[in-house]
């Protein structure tokens, strides 16, 4: 499974519509994409998904952006989170080229529906070079799962375990079918972390991500001993510095500060705001930020001096995280030579 750092052709994105839990806020979440949306399309191909109606109102919100970058394609979605329902793509050394895999999504664990959400990769397929290649007998979620592209696979046990996704399957032979669908060589599990009002039960994309040259972990931090947070986020510090390389080597561990508390309008439950949702494409780090000048600074600031070969661009997530969720949730990258359109 190639690295996120590695050439990116195109990112796909599901615009939201009537139909999603966005109904309630349909004009500030849009705003959202298309920022979003502008931002992808200036260092690689747009894929906008959703139903007719949807793709003529993203059509309207990125009328700016050049017809080579963006393509809309028709295809109805449940909702808008194409990082866990999208194609994860793995390398063919032999054959060259890439080939994507279709994994069964079920909704984070049947939590909600996600009918339309699990056929996207199948409805999509003659737009990639190669057929998609079948795994529906299995449940993951792109963002369950960090590649280093060289053979090691970082995830969280809370999520792979979860009894409604692959329950008849125990931890030896789940990993066993992560190293044969992936190519990996390694899987390596955290057992601590998770974020309130996180419905994907501690995906690894929240709290701990993996980095050029490979050996570097960006990590969600709590310096707060007063935050709900601050046990089980130390206690993932611990793990992570316990973690080595393929090489026996500690990984470089970067902290990443946990943005101030935002709570749901409605209920005053606590969103899962991370700094760890970025998306790495092509030389470009598109960094969630949340309308806290401090921290989104401190945030920006850590990973430019982290990655100085990379522009971080700061894409505001505040619609997005109201439906628990974040940038590198919303989007999923195909590596060159994934598409033949």
């Known amino acids: ?29 849009e705003d959202c994409y298309k920022h979003l949306c502008k931002a992808i399309a200036s260092y690689a191909r747009l894929l906008v998904i959703g139903p007719e109606g949807a793709l003529s109102r993203a059509r309207k919100c990125l009328a ?25 793509s793995v390398e063919l050394p032999h054959a060259g080229g890439i080939l994507p895999l279709d994994f069964k999504f079920n909704g984070w664990g049947l939590k909600f529906a996600s009918d339309k959400d699990n056929l996207v990769t199948s409805r999509l397929a003659g737009m990639f070079a190669r057929m998609p290649e079948n795994h529906l007998s299995f449940v993951l979620e792109g963002g369950s799962i ?4 060289a053979g090691t696979i970082l995830t969280t046990s809370e999520c792979l375990q979860s009894p409604n996704r692959n329950g008849g399957m125990n931890r030896e032979e789940i990993d066993e079918y992560l190293k044969y669908a992936l190519g990996a060589r390694r899987i390596l599990r955290l057992e601590h972390g998770g974020l309130r009002g996180d419905d994907t039960d501690s995906h690894i994309d929240t709290l701990a991500r993996l980095a050029p040259p490979g050996d570097v972990i960006f990590y969600t931090g709590c310096a707060d001993a007063s935050d709900e947070h601050y046990s ?36 005053g439950s ?5 700094y760890a949702n970025f998306l790495i494409v092509n030389h470009a780090v598109l960094l969630p930020i949340y309308g806290q000048p401090l921290k989104d600074r401190q945030a920006m600031d850590t990973i430019a001096v982290a990655m100085p070969d990379y522009e971080v661009v700061g894409v505001d997530c505040r619609a ?22």
């Open 1 to 29: 499974m190639p690295a996120e750092w590695e050439a990116v052709e195109a990112v796909l994105v599901a615009w939201p519509h009537e139909e999603t839990d966005w109904n309630y806020m349909l004009d500030e979440v």
């Open 64 to 88: 700016t952006i050049t017809g080579e970058q963006v393509y809309f394609i028709p295809v109805q979605t449940n909702d808008t989170w194409t990082r866990d329902y999208g194609a994860i």
């Open 146 to 149: 960090e590649s280093d592209g």
């Open 232 to 267: 089980e986020l130390q206690t993932m510090a611990v793990e992570l510095r316990e973690l080595r390389t393929e090489e026996g080597l500690p990984y470089h561990l970067i902290e990443l500060p946990l943005p101030d508390p935002i709570y749901d309008a409605e209920d």
């Open 270 to 274: 606590r969103l899962p705001a991370t």
């Open 320 to 341: 997005l995280i109201r439906q628990h969720g974040s940038l590198h949730c919303a989007t999923m990258q195909f590596p060159l030579n994934t598409l033949k359109i």
